[in-house]
């Protein structure tokens, strides 16, 4: 049987729109954040972990089930974003570095955020300080910053294209280093919607 690609066209896409799809470890954060983003041009598709099983191998899992199924067309994306946790301790380092290798076999992006994908977040209000934090103390900077938040509401933040060029740059100030596993307080989530927001393909929604 022929896999369709799915492109949900009752929603206005142009015939040629790329589909991104996202296999994230998260179950609410990500997929909040890249529904602030619309365009005729591109459809964003978030696979989040229902079930609770969000190491790196799930969440690569996750992805190539959903390829088992649908048809990927020429110019669409691939991306496992995920968080580092312990996945870089001694022990399970291997694992993160296995998962890695295998995405770029396979063509997949690989956005990971160290320690949090709250890290990107704050980025888009301000600079970070010197020194380290936990995704306890990222998410208190966010509140500082913006008067309240809360990981599983990320769509009360207040974002606009300015606030997300801001964080490009502020993660491309400090870009992990080529093996795609970002040292702490280093986030390349960036690489999913750079080249988006610089081409003005997306815009944020109302």
Same mark, same amino acid.
């Given at each position: $049987? ?7 066209? !009752? ?13 994230? &470890?998260?179950? +609410?954060?990500?997929? !909040? +954040?890249?529904?602030?983003?619309? *365009?005729?041009?591109? !459809? ?6 229902? =079930?609770?099983?969000? *190491? ?9 089930? +959903? ?8 110019? =669409? !994306?691939? #991306? ?8 870089? &301790? %001694?022990?399970?380092?291997?694992? $993160? ?6 995405? @770029?076999?396979?063509?997949? /992006? ?9 890290? #990107? ?5 301000? &600079?970070?300080?010197?020194?380290? $934090?936990?995704? /306890? ?11 309240? +938040? ?5 769509? =009360? ?11 490009? @740059? @502020?993660?491309?100030?400090? &870009?992990?280093?080529? =093996?795609?596993? %970002?040292?702490? $307080? ?18 944020? *929604?109302?």
């Amino acid at each position: $049987m022929r896999k369709k690609r799915p492109i949900e066209r !009752q929603s206005g896409l142009d015939r040629d729109a790329i589909l991104v799809v996202i296999a994230s &470890e998260d179950t +609410y954060a990500v997929k !909040q +954040y890249f529904e602030f983003f619309h *365009s005729t041009r591109i !459809q964003f598709r978030v696979l989040s972990t229902t =079930d609770g099983n969000s *190491s790196p191998e799930h969440v690569l899992s996750r992805l190539k089930d +959903y390829l088992a199924h649908y048809q990927i067309g020429k110019g =669409d !994306q691939l #991306w496992l974003v995920c968080d580092t946790d312990h996945w870089i &301790e %001694p022990n399970h380092i291997a694992t $993160m570095r296995n998962v890695v290798a295998r995405c @770029r076999q396979r063509d997949i /992006g690989v956005a990971i955020s160290n320690p949090c994908f709250e890290l #990107w977040l704050l980025l888009h209000f301000t &600079e970070l300080s010197t020194g380290t $934090m936990t995704c /306890g103390e990222i998410g208190q900077q966010i509140r500082n910053a913006v008067g309240s +938040y809360n990981k599983t509401e990320v769509s =009360d933040l207040p974002l606009t294209l300015d606030r997300v060029a801001a964080a490009i @740059r @502020r993660a491309q100030a400090n &870009e992990p280093p080529a =093996d795609g596993i %970002p040292g702490l $307080m280093q986030t390349n989530v960036f690489r999913v919607i750079e080249d988006l927001v610089a081409r003005k393909i997306v815009t944020l *929604s109302d």
